[in-house]
Each structure stands twice: as structure tokens, then as C-alpha cells.
């Protein structure tokens, strides 16, 4: 069971658009549409953004969408703001009730 | 709102057994349709799912590390509990307890603890 692969990093300027990636098998990404992305601040515990590839929790800005394609799974977000400099991860459901995480991106908001 | 609250040891000893609690409060454990789980992250490291347990006690564990992992619940204090024996260095991280929806995502987290090994 590997990790799946995120880029280790991504910037953007305020108002741009960014977009990570979540590279998996089709074991996982590929095979479920159970993927989910979640962020962190430093020192904080990780924070739900995305469900189900591309729903939206209550409360979660607009500019967060999500989408899938294969085995990766994508996470944009729009009309960047200062407030969005994170970590993110993605997770996948796996199979066999196991799960995945990404190994995180590292969001600047330049 | 649920809140989850991980207690327990802050420092553990090599090759000795790590436990934790997460107290669950604003919900019931014995709910349906909830997965509870533990998540650790090594420092300046990614997210590792260890395992999880439903309130019926039904448990599914990390291949890479269910020999060391144990995760119990105890419903009559709305509580669930993670023991990992035989630690070494690499396992010093920060603990979390979540709780995860129909094997779909996790909603709610705890704030997490950080446990070091060392002697």
C-alpha cells in the first residue's frame, strides 16, 4: 500500500488559480469515488475540504472543486487567498477497508 | 458539534507498548455509520492511517502495521482506544483520532498529541 503522490509543492499569486494533483493506482483513485482532500496549518489538525472526489462540506469556500480523472484526482483552488497557504492532503479509500494518504503539498501563496 | 480529545503519554520508552485514548463528546460512539479511527504524522511528515474501529467493535488496521495495532472502544465512556506495541523511534509522531464517515472521509479530528519514543 504506497502513498499516493502529490507534488511537494505549488505557489500561486493572490487572485490566481492553483491545482494539485493526487497520483494513485487504480487499486484506489481509479477504482473508487471515495477520494477526499484535507487541509492543514501548522500545527493544526487537518481540516475536510473535499469528500466524494468533488463535495463541498458546509462552510468550505466555493473556490475549493475537486475532480478525477483516472488515477488522479485533483484538487483546484480558485481565486487564492492569503489564507489558503496550507498543506493539503488527498486520501483515497483503498480497498478492503484500508485507506491512503498523499504525501502532501505545500501551498504558497506568493 | 463532535469534539474527539486524545489523552495519554506524552514520552514512551523503546520496544514498550504506546497507548492512547480519544474521548468523543457532542455525539455518540455507538452511532451508526461511523468509523473511528487513528491517523499519525511524523514530524514534518504526511498523513499515516493506522486503523479504525466501528462501535459493534469491528476493526481494520494498516497492513504495514497491524502486528503492533490494537484499537478497542468502549461505548459506556464514548471512548476509543489505540495501543501499538513494540515502538521504536519511528514511531514518534503526532496522534490523531478522528472520525470517519461510511469509510469515506473523516469530518471530525482531534487536535492530535505528539508522543515521543526515547529512552
Known amino acids: 500500500q504506497s502513498a499516493l503522490t502529490q507534488p511537494r509543492s505549488v505557489s500561486g499569486s493572490p487572485g490566481q488559480s492553483v491545482t494539485i494533483s493526487c497520483t494513485g493506482t487504480?487499486?484506489?483513485?481509479?477504482?473508487?469515488?471515495?477520494v477526499s482532500w484535507y487541509q492543514q496549518h501548522p500545527g493544526k489538525a487537518p481540516k475536510l475540504m473535499i469528500y466524494d472526489v468533488s463535495k463541498r462540506p458546509s462552510g468550505v469556500p466555493d473556490r475549493f472543486s475537486g475532480s478525477k480523472s483516472g488515477n488522479t484526482a485533483s484538487l483546484t483552488i480558485s481565486g487564492l487567498q492569503a489564507e489558503d497557504e496550507a498543506d493539503y492532503y488527498c486520501c483515497s479509500y483503498a480497498g478492503s477497508y484500508t485507506r491512503v494518504f498523499g504525501g502532501g503539498t505545500k501551498l504558497t501563496v506568493l | 458539534q463532535v469534539q474527539l480529545q486524545e489523552s495519554g503519554p506524552g514520552l514512551v520508552k523503546p520496544s514498550q507498548t504506546l497507548s492512547l485514548t480519544c474521548t468523543v463528546s457532542?455525539?455518540?460512539?455507538?452511532?451508526?455509520?461511523?468509523?473511528w479511527s487513528w491517523i499519525r504524522q511524523h514530524p514534518g511528515k504526511g498523513l499515516e492511517w493506522i486503523g479504525y474501529?466501528?462501535?459493534?467493535?469491528?476493526?481494520y488496521y494498516n497492513p504495514s502495521l497491524k502486528s503492533r495495532v490494537t484499537i478497542s472502544v468502549d461505548t459506556s465512556k464514548n471512548q476509543f482506544s489505540l495501543k501499538l506495541s513494540s515502538v521504536t523511534a519511528a514511531d514518534t509522531a503526532v496522534y490523531y483520532c478522528a472520525r470517519e464517515v461510511a469509510l469515506m472521509y473523516f469530518d471530525y479530528w482531534g487536535q492530535g498529541t505528539l508522543v515521543t519514543v526515547s529512552s
Open positions: 474501529i466501528y462501535y459493534s467493535g469491528s476493526t
Open positions: 487504480s487499486s484506489d483513485v481509479g477504482g473508487y469515488n471515495y
Open positions: 457532542g455525539g455518540s460512539i455507538s452511532s451508526g455509520g461511523y468509523y
